[in-house]
């Protein structure tokens, strides 16, 4: 199975701040199958992007995805109160799997 | 847009099974492909397996073989999820989602609820 790892495991910004998500895969995902995830306590995740840098349905696009190979990347470029929650990259070019998560909170 | 509601959470015995349902609500399956996750509690998210009901296909994660099977019933646009030989570490939320399929798999949206499954003596 490919193996994704998040970083960093915790990231503490300030509203209006551009954040960097980090997803390394531990070889290449096919046709850069790769999605994101945002995910708030008590909740299901949501879909932010597919296909590595397509947005989803009704996501701000102040949400951006890119990467290709085994490096890729989600960057909020502007923080906004609803954005501190936890994200999970997943690849989907062989059997699912996902990262263990990116936890953004409040600095 | 179809929405996807589980069943209520549940309680069980170690050894025991568990069944959790997913039913389209406003629509039918039609030719969906849903898929199962789990979150642990406090852990990240982990695939267990999908179902394409109109091809009555299936493909589970290594992990789970053996232990889980995923069943529908067309008529009521609701597919199952059910898991055998339940120990302490299967307790956790159980989500179904609508897998997006580029070729043999996808990304998951929408997702449903979730359905707390707690395994305790």
């Known amino acids: 199975d490919i193996v994704l790892t998040q970083s960093p495991g915790t990231l503490s910004l300030s509203p209006g701040e551009r954040a960097t998500l980090s997803c390394r895969a531990s070889?290449?995902?096919?046709?850069?199958?790769l999605a994101w995830y945002q995910q708030k306590p008590g909740q299901a995740p949501r879909l932010l992007i597919y296909?590595?840098?397509s947005r989803a349905t009704g996501i701000p696009d102040r949400f951006s995805g890119s990467g290709s190979g085994t490096d890729f990347t989600l960057t909020i470029s502007r923080l906004e109160p609803e954005d501190f929650a936890v994200y999970y990259c997943?690849?989907?070019?062989?059997?699912?799997?996902f990262g263990q998560g990116t936890k953004v909170d409040i600095k | 847009q179809v929405q996807l509601v589980q069943s209520g959470a549940e309680v069980k015995k170690p050894g025991s099974s568990v069944k959790v349902s997913c039913t389209a609500s406003?629509?039918?399956?039609?030719?969906?492909?849903i898929t199962w996750v789990r979150q642990a509690p406090g852990q990240g998210l982990e695939w267990m397996g999908m179902?394409?009901?109109?091809?009555?296909?299936?493909n589970y994660a290594r992990k789970f073989q053996g232990r889980v099977t995923i069943t529908t019933d067309e008529s009521t646009s609701t597919v199952f999820m059910e898991l055998i030989g339940l120990t302490s570490e299967d307790t956790a939320v159980y989500f179904c989602?609508?897998?997006?399929?580029?070729?043999?798999?996808?990304?998951?949206?929408?997702w449903g609820q979730g359905t707390l499954v707690t395994v305790s003596s």
């Open positions: 989602a609508r897998e997006v399929r580029r070729w043999l798999h996808g990304w998951f949206h929408p």
């Open positions: 406003g629509g039918t399956l039609n030719n969906y492909t």
């Open positions: 179902i394409i009901p109109i091809f009555d296909t299936r």
């Open positions: 070889q290449s995902v096919s046709s850069n199958y």
């Open positions: 296909d590595a840098s």
């Open positions: 997943q690849q989907y070019g062989n059997s699912p799997t």
